[in-house]
């Protein structure tokens, strides 16, 4: 992974520096101040300047812990790039970062005042795993079984500035797929969410409130989501529920005979 910033390529190591976040959530494009403690910052910023100055940002599943473990950390981080250092009168230091690139966090470890952790790109990942379910299901999915070797798919998400969080997109970008692969359009009115798994098994995702919402702006009537996501339902205001049908689903199949049936 390489960003371009200020006419510098910045390469992101498949293994960074991690710090815990309690009440924010660090975007791509969007800079934030950091504040630590003497001792915690000295730490920290000695390992991060062996990096290129790149740290990556992780939110706390609860802001309330004092010492989080690695369990207590979310998923999905940010790499961001170190922009200012402000050494503070009480002994603390401030830091400006930038957030670069969302990404998965694996095999954490915890250091005494940070986390280490392997990274991957969030949509990356979501592409990745919707085309390698397709590859391993041609037959019953009735695709070309040599498709990825006769045609090149290239998989664009617009607005690159827009951030895109987690493995949302896992089911949505592998029904686009098999319409393509198809010849089959999948019709407008339909919204969808949810990561998928190699045995086409739907996963739950985050923020459901907030997509079924945008997604009665946008117009659309039918939303697909995961079995497991149903007691988020509960947070949808009544008027929107009456309005929209939400389908629950624990099988890509079940996407796929709403999408594009035989």
């Not at 812990?65 to 250092?85: A, M, Y």
Request: hydrophobic content about 40%; some cysteine; glycine content about 4%.
């Amino acid at each position: 992974m390489r960003y371009l910033y200020k006419s510098e390529s910045y390469s992101i190591p498949q293994r960074l520096i991690f710090i815990p976040l309690k009440e924010t959530v660090i975007f791509p494009y969007v800079l934030a101040p950091l504040f630590f403690q003497s001792d915690e910052a000295l730490s920290l910023l000695n390992k991060m300047m062996l990096e290129n100055s790149l740290i990556g940002c992780v939110s706390q599943r609860d802001p309330h812990l004092k010492d989080p473990k690695p369990k207590d950390l979310l998923s999905v981080g940010t790499v961001c790039k170190v922009l200012q250092l402000v050494k503070l009168p009480n002994k603390g230091i401030k830091i400006f970062v930038e957030g670069l690139s969302r990404v998965f966090l694996q095999n954490i470890t915890q250091e005494t005042h940070y986390f280490k952790a392997d990274v991957k790109e969030v949509m990356k990942e979501s592409a990745q795993a919707a085309l390698s379910y397709i590859r391993a299901n041609t037959q019953s999915l009735q695709v070309p079984e040599n498709f990825y070797q006769e045609w090149d798919i290239h998989i664009h998400i617009p607005a690159g500035a827009t951030p895109k969080d987690g493995p949302s997109a896992d089911i949505t970008i592998a029904t686009a797929v098999l319409s393509l692969l198809k010849e089959k359009p999948v019709p407008h009115e339909i919204a969808m969410t949810g990561e998928l798994t190699l045995s086409g098994r739907v996963l739950p995702v985050g923020g459901i409130k907030e997509k079924i919402l945008a997604a009665r702006r946008a117009g659309v009537k039918t939303v697909i989501l995961p079995k497991k996501n149903e007691e988020n339902l509960n947070h949808i205001p009544d008027y929107v529920t009456r309005e929209m049908n939400l389908v629950l689903v624990e099988h890509i199949q079940e996407v796929l005979n709403l999408t594009l049936p035989s």
